[in-house]
């Protein structure tokens, strides 16, 4: 059965940074693109990116370029979404979805960005 | 970029109703291998989004037979030709990682 199980909760304060992770199961984890899409509160998803983990290839959103990093561990078959300066508006659910079809999500993590 | 406009912004249906939506994009969704890389999710209240249909018009394992995605080009429908409590939520299609704003279905 194929599973994406994602990281807890946080609550963060703007400036800090994050890691936030997205563990993969029942498939071949080198083998599919995994995306990470935005939800924030009361809104629609937004992708942010993918990460194509055999090679660690990325593609990044305009709009999330330069705001996010991306990155996975083959060893452990998870992938990564990062921030280095949270700001008030990252404050959001962020999915992990396997492939470019997205067929299987997460349970989502949500990211709370408070002072 | 793709921009995807769906419709009706909201729908409330009567359960063992048929319903419909549609999604209208500003790029073609045929690609030169000749496949129509357009999809539809669900994300119930509280729940992750779950893909319903792939490539237009197959429908994703599990899913059930009452779900039926029809379209080509840049027109798209989604119909589900009896609706139960279950199927309530938003409804999103996507194409090159674009989502449409969301359809969202309640129950009369």
């Known amino acids: 059965e194929v599973q994406l199980v994602q990281s807890g909760a946080e609550v963060k304060k703007p400036g800090e940074s994050l890691k936030i992770s997205c563990r993969a199961s029942?498939?071949?984890?080198?083998?599919?693109?995994i995306a990470w899409v935005r939800q924030m509160p009361g809104k629609g998803l937004e992708w942010m990116g993918n990460?194509?983990?055999?090679?660690?290839?990325?593609i990044y959103s305009p709009a999330f370029q330069g705001q996010v990093t991306i990155s996975a561990d083959k060893s452990i078959s998870t992938a990564f979404l990062q921030w280095n300066s949270l700001k008030a508006s990252d404050t959001a659910m962020y999915y992990c979805?396997?492939?470019?079809?997205?067929?299987?999500w997460g349970q989502g993590t949500l990211v709370t960005v408070s002072s | 970029d793709v921009v995807l406009t769906q419709t009706p912004h909201s729908l409330s249906v009567t359960p063992g109703q048929p319903a419909s939506m549609s999604c209208k994009s500003s790029h073609s969704a045929l690609h030169s291998d000749g496949k129509t890389y357009f999809y539809w999710y669900l994300q119930k209240p509280g729940q992750s989004p779950q893909l319903l249909i792939y490539?237009?018009?197959n429908r994703f394992s599990g899913v059930p037979d009452r779900f039926a995605g029809s379209g080509s080009g840049t027109d798209f429908t989604l119909k589900i030709s009896r609706v139960e409590a279950e199927d309530v939520g938003v409804y999103y299609c996507m194409q090159r990682y674009s989502f449409g704003q969301g359809t969202k279905l309640e129950i009369k």
């Open positions: 490539e237009a018009s």
């Open positions: 029942g498939y071949s984890f080198t083998t599919s693109w």
């Open positions: 990460i194509f983990p055999a090679d660690s290839e990325t």
């Open positions: 979805a396997r492939r470019s079809s997205l067929d299987y």
